[in-house]
């Protein structure tokens, strides 16, 4: 993983009321408090960021807070949306942008990814950007070619001034919630074709740089083993997150690998 820190993310999705959410946040506080070799953020539902934010503060935690979505606009006629600046007043600087539920729940198009895309990393904020294949694509030999086409379409045009500020989450859209996961070798052998294509779109030690993370049903028991691949830095993890003991695993397994590939906190 040479000097990537390892960063692991727990996607709330559209779970837990506002005590549910202030009590995660209570639990996770406390136990990730040695957990300093990564970088950990959650992704709570957007009307619980503000409780989310006084409880990290209260308990001095290093847990960074995110936002599971923003539109790229400043502001305007724009009923129902958020704005990133909106979400920083909550302390949020990390954004999720193209999770496959957007992409094929919502039917959020390419465009729209790369306007939110471009608008979070001119703000400086941590954009988490989600690509993956569906199981037809997969099943005809298109992964690679689809996570291409996706960070081509995501990142077209984008200068990046500080690679710590975009990390890429390759989620197999058929693993997300289904308790299916990639095999360690065929995540590797993705997130290895990920780094190419970000070589070529930005140069090499900006590749080397971009933390490539896997999501898709990461488990405290297949956790290890994943984000021991050279070019796993991590997980996003969606249904594990919701319990404090798993996701705790999770994080300490991608500690435990940064310790044992010599990363520099
Ligand atoms: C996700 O929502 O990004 C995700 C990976 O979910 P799960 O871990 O439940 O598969």
Known sequence: MASRRPYVGGNWKMNLDRNGAVALCRDLAQETLTLDAIQIAIF???VHLDAAHATLALAKSNVMLGAQDVYPEPDGAFTGEIS????QDFGANHVLVGHSERRHVIGEPEPLIRQKTRALIEAGMTCVLCIGETLDQRESGDTNAINE???????????IDDPQRLVIAYEPVWAIGTGRTATPDDAQDAHK???AVLADLFDENTANAIRIIYGGSVKPDNAAELFSQPDIDG???GGASLKPNDFLSICTAAQETS???GVST
Do not use: C, D, K, Y
């Open 44 to 46: 709570p539902a957007f």
């Open 84 to 87: 990133i600046a909106m979400v």
């Open 149 to 159: 086409s996706q960070l081509r379409s995501a990142l077209r045009n984008l200068t």
């Open 193 to 195: 074709h990920i780094r």
């Open 235 to 237: 997980g996003l993890i």
């Open 259 to 261: 310790r044992a590939e």
